[in-house]
């Protein structure tokens, strides 16, 4: 079993900057993709970024390419989401998720995740 744990929402005005660090517990940390995913009111959950095992290997949304940042610390068991230049349009919950062997272009698929933190609220006032 694993679990996620993300922290470090809030508020902040545009153009601003928070990090979002998602702690792990359970099976191998470095073995597995790690992922993060947003859900704003009224929309449907969508990928932001995925980070390999290793940290070696990123993936990103258009939306967020050149503004976020993913890092991890497997000696930690912690993943880091580092978001520059925010936008309103970045107002949403966010979530971290565990993908175990993924890889390639289903890191953007949500449902390829085992398991799922319980979500951050971020908010960006204009």
């Known amino acids: 079993q694993v679990q996620l744990v993300e922290s470090g929402g809030g508020l902040v005005q545009a153009g601003g900057s928070l990090r979002l660090p998602c702690a792990a517990s359970?099976?191998?940390?470095?073995?597995?993709?790690m992922g993060w995913f947003r859900q704003a009111p009224g929309k449907e959950r969508e990928f932001v970024g995925a980070?390999?095992?290793?940290?070696?290997?990123?993936y990103y949304a258009e939306s967020v390419k050149g503004r976020f940042t993913l890092t991890r610390d497997n000696a930690k068991n912690t993943m880091y989401l580092q978001m520059n230049s925010l936008k309103p349009e970045d107002t949403a919950v966010y979530y971290c998720?565990?993908?175990?062997?993924?890889?390639?272009?289903?890191?953007?698929?949500?449902?390829?995740?085992?398991?799922w933190g319980q979500g951050t609220q971020v908010t960006v006032s204009s």
């Open positions: 998720a565990e993908g175990g062997a993924i890889s390639g272009t289903v890191v953007t698929v949500g449902s390829r995740y085992d398991y």
């Open positions: 359970g099976r191998t940390f470095s073995g597995s993709v």
């Open positions: 980070i390999s095992g290793s940290g070696g290997r990123t």
